[in-house]
């Protein structure tokens, strides 16, 4: 805010009454100048020096002159007000978002070497596990002591026409995509082992593979029959076990289908009976048992014509075993419950 500045005129009545901006005076002070001498003193005590030669008016407009351009500048000493931009860059300090550029550089350096510690500590952790485990089977397998059972074609609910191709063509190319592994010219490659005993190869770095042929599926091989025999109305479906690793079933498995349905119906299996031979037990693990296939039965559901346009619900299960069958927390281990619907 800028002071007012006294005229010429104020300046005189002011030496005349002896005060200066509130500095009193004595009357016979003020009364030893003229005019143009209180004016002179005046401009000396406010630090202005006029030319000795001007006269009392010149004076005077040379004090005014001077006080005004005085009053016009900041204060010395006095900040100038900050803004909102300087919170990102103050020019005066340097700080960027409050801190100097040593700073950032220290913080920066503190996490650097806190998190790269970090870092370290979590790979060598790791590490120092990874030389636990093993590179072929897990290390604790004791909490899968069964195995479930798995049905394809890959569908819980097999609904389809007979008289229409389009409809269960999808399960018959499930069905040819599945078994190609286990064509003749595949498991030709494979051992023939000795049936009703276990093939156990724990001292063999790489470990044989007992053959499981497809024509062993008769009916249900998609050899003689490429439908599977959907188109007749007398589906086939193929089940197996999942995969254990070190799995050795006591006694002589087999796979048994009832109907839920409240309504008996016809079947047939291959192998014979749904029986599963020990020679495929125990497997040992994807990298050294690399070409190993699961032993499979196929369940041939010989429908009549009453049998059709009817919700068949169908439960298969492993029985012959120490394998467990009717835990309630879990429908699938050791059994499978399907739907099956045919139309015509």
């Not at 004016?39 to 030669?53: E, K, T, V």
């Not at 913080?107 to 510690?117: A, E, N, P, R």
């Not at 023939?192 to 008769?218: H, I, N, T």
Request: aromatic share 12%.
């Amino acid at each position: 805010m800028r002071k007012s500045v006294p005229s010429p005129h104020n300046i005189t009545c002011c030496c005349r009454s002896g005060v200066f901006f509130g500095a009193v005076w004595h009357q016979e002070r003020c009364g030893a100048f003229g005019d143009g001498e209180g004016q002179r003193f005046f401009a000396l005590h406010q630090g202005i020096s006029p030319p000795r030669s001007a006269s009392s008016d010149q004076v005077a407009s040379h004090l005014v002159s001077s006080m005004s351009k005085k009053s016009e500048k900041p204060a010395e000493g006095k900040e100038p007000e900050s803004s909102w931009k300087d919170v990102i860059y103050n020019p005066r300090t340097g700080e960027f978002f409050g801190r100097t550029a040593r700073n950032w550089g220290l913080i920066l350096l503190f996490y650097l070497v806190f998190y790269g510690f970090l870092t370290a500590m979590f790979v060598f952790t790791m590490w120092a596990m990874l030389q636990t485990l093993n590179d072929d089977a897990p290390k604790y397998r004791d909490r899968v002591a069964s195995p479930g059972l798995a049905i394809r074609p890959n569908s819980l609910n097999i609904v389809f026409n007979r008289s229409e191709p389009l409809e269960y063509g999808q399960y018959v190319q499930h069905l040819e995509s599945f078994l190609h592994q286990y064509n003749d010219s595949e498991q030709a490659k494979n051992d023939l082992c000795m049936a009703g005993q276990y093939s156990e190869q724990d001292e063999e770095p790489q470990k044989k593979v007992c053959q499981f042929r497809r024509s062993l599926l008769q009916r249900c091989s998609g050899i003689e029959d490429t439908t599977f025999g959907y188109a007749k109305g007398e589906p086939c479906v193929i089940v197996k076990m999942n995969r254990i690793i070190g799995l050795k079933p006591a006694g002589d498995p087999y796979i048994n289908c009832t109907s839920k349905s409240g309504k008996p119906l016809q079947m047939q299996y291959f192998p014979q009976e749904g029986t599963i031979d020990r020679m495929y037990f125990p497997y040992y693990g994807k990298k050294t048992h690399e070409s190993y296939v699961q032993p499979l039965v196929a369940v041939k559901l010989l429908l009549k014509k009453e049998d059709y346009n009817a919700d068949l619900i169908l439960e298969c299960k492993v029985e012959g075993s120490n394998l467990k069958n009717n835990d309630e927390r879990d429908k699938f281990l050791g059994r499978v419950t399907f739907r099956v619907l045919v139309t015509e």
